[in-house]
C-alpha cells in the first residue's frame, strides 16, 4: 500500500538542527544532540535536517509554529528553514574586532592597512604583527619592525593570497613568552564547550624578551601550527571572557571559537579571533587530528554533547519564534516567555 508519512507532533516549541557538512560525525552528533533536547524538554520537538533543500520540505508545517533553527556554521542561503535563524557568519578578522571593540572588550591595537597608514612605534611598540583579515590556521602572519611597515596594492599580491579577499591588518603585538602560546575556546550561546591551551615550540628560536627579535633572528608569532602541543584547561579568566564577549558581542550567532591570549609581562587577556563563521571541533577533521596528536578528548572535558543539548533546549524556549523563510522578521507567539 501507499506509505502516508506520520504527522509531524504539535509541540510548543520546534529546533531545527541544521547539518551543514556531509561528514558521518557531524550529523551523529547531532541527532543525538536533538535527541537529548527533546528528553531534557518534552515541550520542544528537536530534529536534524542536510542543508539541502530537498530535505528542507518536511519543515514546511514549522513556518507556523515557534521555532529556532541553528546551523553551527554559517550557511550561505537560509532556503525553507523556518522560524528564527542563528547562523554564523564570515566577517572576518576585522568585522570581529568591531564588534568587540564596540562591546568594550580587549582586542590588541589595530587598524586596516591602507596607502596613508603611518604607524608611530612611540604607540606600537617597535614591533608590529602584520595578517591577512581573511587569514586562516595563521596563515600569513608575520613580525614586522613597526616603521617599515608599508601598504602594498592587492592587485600586486599573488593570485591565491588572501590579501586580495580582504584587507590587510596590522596588530599591536602581545608577548605571550618564550613560544607563542595562545587559549583556544569553544563557545555555544555564550556558553563553554570546550577549552585548550596550545603552544608552539622550535620554530626559529625562543624570544627571550618581549621585543627581542633582533637578538634571536627570525621566528614565528604563530601558536596555532600543525606541532602545536595542546593541553585541556580551565582556566576560569579565560573562560569567562569567551563567555563574556561572545554574549555581548556576537548574541545572534550560536557557535565560535575564541583564540585568546595572556600577555607574559602584565597578565592581561586579549582576544585575537573569535571564528564568526562557526565551527564544530568534536567532528572535525582538524579538531580529530589535535585529540590524536595530543592524547586528549574534547567530548569529555564539559561533556559537550549534553550540555550542548541543555544550552540549545533553553535557548529555543528563549529565541524560538514564527516566521516563513520568505517572510519578514520573526515574531514570539503570545505566550512565548
Avoid at 176 to 193: D, N
Wanted: glycine share 6%.
Amino acid at each position: 500500500g501507499t506509505c502516508v508519512p506520520e504527522p509531524m507532533k504539535a509541540t510548543r516549541w520546534n529546533l531545527v538542527l541544521v547539518s551543514w557538512s556531509e561528514h558521518a560525525r557531524t550529523r551523529a552528533d547531532l541527532e543525538e544532540i536533538a535527541r537529548r533536547v527533546g528528553e531534557i524538554d518534552p515541550d520542544i520537538r528537536a530534529q536534524v535536517v542536510s542543508h539541502h533543500k530537498l530535505d528542507q520540505f518536511r519543515l514546511l508545517p514549522l513556518w507556523l509554529r515557534p521555532t529556532l533553527s541553528v546551523s553551527f556554521f554559517a550557511l550561505d542561503r537560509r532556503k525553507l528553514l523556518p522560524g528564527r535563524l542563528a547562523t554564523g557568519v564570515r566577517l572576518h578578522k576585522h568585522g570581529e574586532y568591531h564588534r568587540l571593540a564596540a562591546a568594550g572588550l580587549p582586542v590588541p591595537r589595530w587598524c586596516v592597512l591602507t596607502p596613508e597608514t603611518k604607524l608611530d612605534p612611540a604607540k606600537w611598540g617597535p614591533y608590529v604583527v602584520v595578517k591577512p583579515s581573511a587569514g586562516r590556521r595563521g596563515a600569513l602572519v608575520r613580525i614586522r619592525k613597526t616603521a617599515r611597515v608599508r601598504y602594498q596594492p592587492p592587485e600586486t599580491l599573488p593570485v591565491d593570497h588572501y590579501g586580495r579577499i580582504a584587507p590587510t591588518l596590522v596588530q599591536e603585538f602581545i608577548y605571550t613568552g618564550e613560544w607563542p602560546e595562545s587559549y583556544r575556546v569553544v563557545t555555544l550561546f555564550g556558553t563553554v564547550l570546550l577549552c585548550y591551551r596550545q603552544v608552539t615550540r622550535g620554530r626559529g628560536h625562543p624570544l627571550k624578551s618581549r621585543f627581542d627579535f633582533k637578538a634571536t633572528g627570525g621566528i614565528s608569532v604563530v601558536s596555532n601550527t600543525q606541532d602545536m602541543e595542546v593541553a585541556l584547561s580551565g582556566d576560569a579568566e579565560v573562560i569567562a571572557l569567551a563567555e563574556r564577549a561572545h554574549r555581548n558581542a556576537f548574541d545572534d550567532l550560536p557557535m565560535l571559537s575564541f583564540d585568546i591570549v595572556r600577555d607574559a609581562d602584565t597578565g592581561a587577556l586579549h582576544i585575537l579571533e573569535c571564528h564568526a563563521h562557526g565551527s564544530w571541533m568534536f567532528a572535525a577533521d582538524i579538531g580529530l587530528a589535535i585529540e590524536t596528536a595530543n592524547k586528549v578528548d574534547f567530548r569529555k572535558q564539559f561533556d559537550a554533547l549534553d550540555r550542548a543539548a541543555r544550552i540549545l533546549a533553553r535557548e529555543t524556549r528563549l529565541r524560538a519564534a514564527v516566521c516563513p523563510p520568505f517572510g519578514g522578521a520573526p515574531s514570539r507567539p503570545a505566550d512565548a516567555p
